[in-house]
């Protein structure tokens, strides 16, 4: 089953307004999670880390004051998207490392944004 | 920076038939992690296989081998008995070797389409 959870999966908001999306994990506890964000047909960009009570870490060219990032809890993470516009239409995906030896990530369901 | 190139944006295959990913790297640490995922219509990404740098030897699950090639930091996926339920895009993957500080981050290829020809 999925270890890590995403809500909502799919969004529709008209321009300037703002919209939150969770990320939880699920049975185990996320100090670090990753939004990854996907463009129709391209690949997964890391847009920022979201570290468990402190501030997250955005790649360069990612305006931290669009996209708030609040990691609360071990278990929950928050991407908002903030006076969003039609170019930020994309699919937001959260992740999590494994707790184990792995290396692996488990991701989220993912989340398809479209601003009208 | 690491980087990972995937040089095939498309591949198509027949059905039972054996097909090969191709995905190069870059990176100056000798250890590390790398991967392949697969993103189906669903837009799940799946973890297919890993393998770590330190080990020689190649990872294998079931129908899927990598042929890890750390000297030319090739790192290709080969799907053998290609079944429908192979059509997705496959990302190859890249981490770092360190925990915390966020560096268990993946570092994805630009994708591979895959589509299985019945």
């Known amino acids: 089953g999925a270890v890590v959870s995403q809500h909502p999966s799919r969004v529709i908001c008209k321009s300037g307004t703002s919209v939150k999306i969770e990320c939880r994990s699920l049975d185990f506890q996320a100090t670090t999670m990753f939004w990854y964000r996907q463009f129709p047909k391209q690949s997964l960009m890391l847009m920022a880390t979201?570290?468990?009570?402190?501030?997250?870490?955005?790649e360069q060219g990612v305006e931290k004051d669009k996209f708030l990032i609040n990691h609360a809890s071990l278990t929950l993470s928050t991407l908002t998207v903030t006076s969003a516009h039609p170019e930020d239409s994309s699919f937001y995906i959260c992740?999590?490392?494994?707790?184990?030896?792995?290396?692996?990530?488990?991701f989220g369901e993912g989340s398809r944004l479209t601003v009208l | 920076a690491q980087t990972v190139t995937q040089s095939q944006p498309e591949m198509s295959v027949q059905e039972a038939e054996t097909v090969t990913l191709s995905c190069t790297y870059d990176?100056?640490?000798?250890?590390?992690?790398l991967f392949w995922y697969k993103q189906p219509p669903s837009r799940q990404m799946i973890l297919v296989i890993r393998?770590?740098?330190?080990k020689q030897q190649n990872a294998t699950e079931n129908r899927f081998s990598v042929n890890f090639q750390k000297a030319a930091k090739s790192f290709s996926l080969k799907i053998s008995d290609s079944q429908l339920g192979d059509a997705a895009m496959y990302f190859c993957?890249?981490?770092?070797?360190?925990w915390g500080f966020g560096n268990e981050k993946l570092t994805f290829g630009t994708g591979t389409r895959l589509t299985i020809i019945p």
């Open positions: 393998q770590e740098a330190y």
């Open positions: 990176t100056s640490e000798s250890d590390y992690y």
């Open positions: 979201s570290n468990e009570g402190s501030k997250a870490t955005y």
């Open positions: 992740s999590a490392p494994s707790r184990g030896n792995t290396g692996e990530l488990f």
């Open positions: 993957a890249y981490r770092s070797p360190l």
